[in-house]
Nanobody, 122 residues
Framework: VQLQASGGGLVQAGGSLNLSCAAS????????MGWFRQAPGKEREFVGSVTWSGESTNYADSVKGRFTISRDNAKNTVYLQMNSLKPEDTAVYYC????????????????WGQGTLVTVSS
């Protein structure tokens, strides 16, 4: 599975961005999908994830209520809608996929995409 994240950019605090993660190589309709981020000088951290069916999502406390993950299995794509962005959301955002295990902050990840940079100015 190859994952291609896009949609990053520069936005002012309080603004919104919608990231996309397009999968290729095989259909990801049976994969659990997730998003992580890595800020400069910090370790990569879990942002949120969605189950293969799209019925269940979970989020890090730092983004709960502001970020929403969704998926369109027909398009083989997962989205991360980010609202009310804060400067501390500045990071490189990565998408991830697991075939068997739901993605959490501590689960292993089978596939990583390349990152897309999100910069939030104050």
């Amino acid at each position: 599975v190859q994952l291609q994240a896009s949609g990053g950019g520069l936005v002012q605090a309080g603004g919104s961005l919608n990231l996309s993660c397009a999968a290729s190589g095989r259909t990801v309709s049976s994969y659990h999908m997730g998003w992580f981020r890595q800020a400069p000088g910090k370790e990569r951290e879990f942002v949120g994830s969605v189950t293969w069916s799209g019925e269940s999502t979970n989020y890090a406390d730092s983004v709960k209520g502001r970020f929403t993950i969704s998926r369109d299995n027909a398009k083989n794509t997962v989205y991360l809608q980010m609202n009310s962005l804060k400067p501390e959301d500045t990071a490189v955002y990565y998408c991830a996929a697991n075939l068997y295990f739901r993605i959490t902050a501590t689960s292993p990840v089978n596939y990583w995409g390349q990152g897309t940079l999100v910069t939030v100015s104050s």
